[in-house]
Nanobody
Framework: QVHVAESGGGLVQAGASLRLSCTVS????????MGWYRKAPGQDREFVAT???????YVTDPVKARFSISRDNAKNTVYLQMNSLKPEDTAVYYC?????????????????WGQGTQVTVSS
């Protein structure tokens, strides 16, 4: 059974940085397209970033100047680096793994999802 786990969330002040981590048990993250999504209170879950199996990445425009996605194959971990955090970044952040994802933008492309990690940014 595949288990996706996020970690690294927390409560920070505006302007701080956080790095979220995501692991996939029993699988090699480099063999999956890995995506980060977030869901703020009262809003739909939205795409944040993805890293494809070949290592190329895409970060959604609203946060691309502040967020980055990366992968450490040796640690079998995918990261979401978030800098200059703002209160509007407050959300539950989810990691997902998709074996055959193409655009890696749509939720239906992902096979496995984590439970999410809470990020709260205070003003």
């Amino acid at each position: 059974q595949v288990h996706v786990a996020e970690s690294g969330g927390g409560l920070v002040q505006a302007g701080a940085s956080l790095r979220l981590s995501c692991t996939v048990s029993g699988r090699t993250v480099s063999s999956y397209a890995m995506g980060w999504y977030r869901k703020a209170p009262g809003q739909d879950r939205e795409f944040v970033a993805t890293i494809w199996t070949r290592g190329n990445t895409y970060v959604t425009d609203p946060v691309k100047a502040r967020f980055s996605i990366s992968r450490d194959n040796a640690k079998n971990t995918v990261y979401l680096q978030m800098n200059s955090l703002k209160p509007e970044d407050t959300a539950v952040y989810y990691c997902a793994a998709g074996k055959y994802a193409q655009s890696s933008y749509y939720e239906y492309e992902y096979d496995y999802w984590g439970q999410g990690t809470q990020v709260t940014v205070s003003s």
